[in-house]
């Protein structure tokens, strides 16, 4: 069965919805104060260079010293003692100190390390195994193992596996005595308990204790109850955007329902899970959608199957959309990949509903068909003076080789020569590493245009067509 027309009242809701969040088809330079900030600068030379590109034309000198100039000027906010970019100063500490640099690279393996030698521990001195051994010195020795590898105190650890190795065989049970031995012999050998204690001496250091402590500004430690509790407050903001983006689209669904396809035609899923069956690539592909517009296929006696005809990611701000952006591209890349005469179960929060692979097949992957089938719904007040260089993109300049450097020189208070930063215009312009931060403009750009605010969309989807 071919997809059915698109119903002209959905099409005119989408024409008609309020699109407060978008933004000029270029950067605008003349919109007062903001216009001056380094930031703005910055975006404003990367998208005019990336229009010289496009024409073919070498961007000129002058596009490439606003951009060294504004660069400049953001290293410059980053290292700021007092209000700078805790990250950047961290990564600058890095790469001048050589004590930071092995604790950093130590780090970034030390939760492996941890569980590499609790798990060594626990072969020999698990606290079920403790229990049911006799008491003795042989016990008292594990139990403070055990105690040293629960407080991740490493050379604790260290000193009591050295003193239950130097311990009298006094246990009658030779193939245990052989297996602790052996036990304790990989532990102490191994080097994942050498690196841990080499990581708590490197955490005296002062050089290390300011990294940690520039790092510590940038928010709470994974896991940590402070990191905790920001991730249940997100949810709840997630959700809460969710609801009031659902009830919009159910109020353009019961509209919908009043035309003459009949009552039940349209109905509006939510948490719309991905099946595994479905072909393509999956990895960093969205596999959820927060809500789904679908239309009935076939006639209502049928056995109930469904087309797709709008989706909605509710996001609580504008820079969460443009972070979700890509995903949002390769999950749609991944519905289109759809087989047309089959039929999908997708989970959602009203059940398990059939798609037909046809209607998901038709689904745009990119382009200006997007704003047919895709919104993004949010209910944060639309901004005046929009950041027109994302967050991605002023990580990755900042963090490259050559700002590195010259953050590193002002870190010393030795003058800073500014035409080494010339090698970041470089890459900018040649490097495809550096495409999503030549491009991140028109990416923002489309990414505003998609979004509409819950209250926006659902006085649309109530106004009567003219």
Sequence with gaps: MPLPPRPALLDETLRIVTRRYQVPATPNGDSGPASRHCAT????????????????????????????????????????????????????????????????????????????????????????????????????????????????????????????????????????????????????????????????????????????????????????????????AAQQRGAAVEARAAHALQALADRLNEGPEGADAYRVVTSMHVPPALPGEADRAKSEWDAALLRRAGPPQAQPAWDVCLLVEAKASVDAASTDFARLLRGLARLAQAEPDAVYPFQTHQGLVPLRGESLCALPTDGAELAQAVLYCSDAPADNTPRLLN????????????????????????????????????????????????????????????????????????????
């Design 41 to 232: 600068r910055l975006a404003i030379a990367i998208d005019r260079a990336r229009q010289a590109l496009a024409r073919g034309d070498t961007p000129s000198d002058s596009i490439q010293q606003d951009f060294v100039d504004a660069l400049a000027q953001l290293i410059h906010e980053a290292m700021r003692p007092d209000h700078g970019d805790p990250a950047i100063q961290a990564m600058v500490l890095r790469h001048q100190a050589p004590q930071v640099r092995e604790y950093a690279s130590l780090s970034a393996d030390a939760e492996a390390d941890r569980r590499d030698v609790v798990a060594a521990v626990n072969a020999i001195a698990h606290p079920a195994k403790l229990e049911r051994m006799q008491p003795g010195p042989l016990r008292e020795a594990l139990i403070q193992l055990q105690a040293a590898a629960t407080a991740a105190s490493w050379q604790a650890l260290s000193q009591a596996a050295a003193r239950l190795a130097a311990m009298p065989d006094a246990d009658n049970d030779a193939a245990r005595s052989i297996s602790l031995s052996r036990s304790l012999t990989r532990l102490r050998e191994g080097a994942a308990l050498d690196r841990l204690k080499r990581l708590d001496d490197l955490a005296l250091d002062p050089q290390v204790r300011r990294y940690q402590s520039l790092w510590n500004r940038n928010g709470p430690r994974s896991g940590s109850p402070d990191a905790v509790a920001l991730g249940v």
């Design 391 to 466: 967050a991605a993109s002023r990580m990755q300049l900042l963090s490259a080789p050559a700002s590195v450097a010259f953050a590193s020189q002002l870190a010393c208070g030795r003058p800073a020569d500014t035409h080494p930063l010339t090698a970041v215009w470089q890459q900018l312009l040649t490097s495809p590493q550096w495409a999503g931060v030549l491009n991140q403009y028109p990416q923002l750009r489309q990414v505003r245009a998609l979004m509409v605010h819950a209250d926006d969309l659902l006085a649309a989807a109530q106004q009567p067509m003219m």
